[in-house]
């Protein structure tokens, strides 16, 4: 197959030489060329002046939406004979059969993306030809309400989007969905303008935030289990948590509670705010609660949380997320709950965040949301939370084969793993993080209406905010195990000590969330 790509020469981007080596390295497609002609749609330059405003506020380095000189496109440009397809990344090529478009929120080009970020929406991607919806997702941001980070996320996304596609059509797998229908875009001076000021005003209040408390803290809610858990519930249990307590200069997150050799243990990374790279610590449970503080039980050279612990054959296993790694490794306790070695790499070249097993249908699985799909992508290639990838395996320590549909799903809503999958009523439910409005704003249950190696399918039937039940902006994680159920969610820890008072986290011991007990 030819692939000739349409973007526009008087703004070329890095995103563009990322796609045309990403369509160039694609089983099945002989040549791509270029058509960078000078586009007819207006891209406002008062969007560059913001882009390099919050660039200097934030500290940010333009990635994807950075300029790219012409002989930087030298390699594409071909003289070379008609294209088999055209993909039109400007809105300016007649639609057809044989042209691919691409649309934000039914507008075409990017400045209806940008458009999309100032409205403060999270960016729906469709692509299209001839009136068929080939491929869609919607696009996260890790840093939202920053207009930059979110565009560069948006387009790195966007190329994982248009290869899938191109490999789902050379596999033979045609689409029939109907596409949106496509509209103009109004993008005015004065909405820049106002985007710049709100984010000057909310950079101060963030810096002086950061100032005065240790940002992000997380804390670590438990329950003793005496009747239905939270996701059969589908909402706060009327008991409401206990605090898992910790003293302000670190936080715990990702509770995993497990039952073995008579005892209960809870893992939890395991964050000093000082060092800012997370160990695998683990704290005893007994009739009454936490017996202390959680104590180190797993440190790398690289940041770990997420300790996904389980059962099997015998011993604890544990699946701790080392997306800084670039792997996803399997660990087994030699002195429960110590003494973890590793037994195997299970997945190599991937930024995967919380990687989550289950037993199905004779087959392991493994859920994660991974950055980027291309081993080699660059730092900065996409959000963390929106790309839903499997692997499946017949046993669980692999080898594992990736789903041929990856990603499976691109919704930063309800893509990333928020803890184990369990059944009920005969059917698969899984937590998911809702990172729609950012990283960890809720929980929600996702049942899988279909897991097998030709697809996959999920229906949202729960969501769960934070709010009197659980002080704070967000939730993160829900598991259950040895008679106790945990989550995790947003605290405060202030950097200083307030009018001679010792400083304390609001994790202080004895603290309840919700209910009195």
């Known amino acids: 197959m030819h692939v000739r790509v349409r973007l526009d020469g008087a703004r070329r981007r890095r995103w563009h030489a990322a796609l045309l080596r990403r369509l160039s390295d694609t089983p099945g497609i002989s040549s791509v060329d270029i058509d960078d002609t000078p586009a007819s749609v207006s891209w406002p330059a008062t969007a560059d002046l913001l882009f390099r405003l919050e660039a200097l506020v934030h500290g940010l380095q333009q990635l994807g939406s950075a300029p790219l000189s012409a002989a930087e496109l030298d390699p594409w440009r071909r003289a070379a004979a008609a294209p088999d397809l055209v993909l039109d990344l400007c809105g300016d090529v007649p639609a057809g059969s044989a042209t691919w478009r691409v649309a934000f929120d039914g507008h075409l080009g990017e400045q209806a993306l940008l458009a ?6 999270v960016p729906h991607l469709a692509l299209i030809a001839d009136g068929i919806l080939l491929v869609e ?28 596609a191109l490999r789902r059509r050379i596999a033979g797998h045609p689409s029939d969905a109907a596409a949106p229908t496509i509209r103009g875009v109004d993008l005015t001076v004065p909405a820049l303008g106002a985007r710049a000021g709100r984010m000057l005003a909310a950079a101060l209040v963030h810096r002086l935030y950061r100032l005065c408390y240790n940002a992000p803290h997380w804390r670590c809610g438990w329950r003793w289990l005496t009747g239905p858990d939270l996701i059969d519930l589908g909402r706060h249990p009327d008991s409401g948590w206990t605090v898992l307590p910790d003293d302000g200069s670190r936080f715990y997150a990702d509770p995993f509670p497990i039952a073995f050799g008579g005892t209960t243990h809870v893992f939890v990374e395991d ?17 009454n609660g936490p017996e202390g503080t959680p104590v180190p039980v797993l440190e790398e050279a690289h940041h770990l ?16 997320e080392s997306s800084a790694a670039g792997t996803v490794d399997l660990y087994r306790a030699t002195r429960f709950p110590g003494g973890w070695i590793k037994e195997a790499t299970l997945l190599s070249n991937v930024v995967a965040s919380d990687a989550t097993l289950v037993a199905h249908a004779g087959r392991w699985w493994i859920f994660a949301t991974v950055r980027d799909a291309a081993p080699d992508a660059p730092a900065g290639s996409g959000s963390f939370h929106d790309a839903l990838h499997l692997w499946s395996a017949p046993d669980f320590r692999g080898p594992y084969t990736p789903h041929p549909a990856n990603p499976v799903l691109i919704d930063p809503a309800v893509a990333r793993p928020a803890g184990r999958i369990v059944v009920r ?8 993080q809702d990172c729609a409005t950012g990283y960890g704003r809720a929980l929600a249950l996702a049942r899988i209406d279909r897991l097998d190696l030709d697809g996959f399918a999920q229906t949202v039937i729960a969501r769960i905010g934070a709010g009197p039940a659980w002080p704070g902006s967000r939730l993160h994680t829900v598991n259950a195990g040895g008679g106790i159920e945990c989550i995790d969610g947003s605290g405060r820890a202030p950097r200083f000590a307030l009018f001679g008072r010792p400083r304390m986290s609001r994790s202080e011991p004895g603290l309840a969330c919700g209910a009195s007990r």
């Not at 999309?116 to 929406?121: C, E, I, P, Q």
């Not at 000082?274 to 704290?283: H, N, Q, R």
């Not at 009523?425 to 998911?432: A, E, F, M, Q």
């Open 137 to 164: 997702g919607r696009l996260g941001a890790d840093r939202p309400g920053i207009v930059l980070a979110s565009f560069d996320d948006a387009l790195a996304r966007t190329v994982t989007l248009i290869a899938t």
């Open 425 to 432: 009523g005969g059917h698969l439910i899984r937590p998911v």
């Open 116 to 121: 999309s970020l100032l409205a403060n929406a």
């Open 271 to 287: 964050f000093p705010h000082a060092t800012g790279k997370a160990i695998i610590s683990a704290v005893r449970f007994g009739p």
């Open 305 to 320: 949380s997420y300790p996904f612990v389980f059962e099997r054959e015998g011993s604890v296993w544990m699946v701790p």
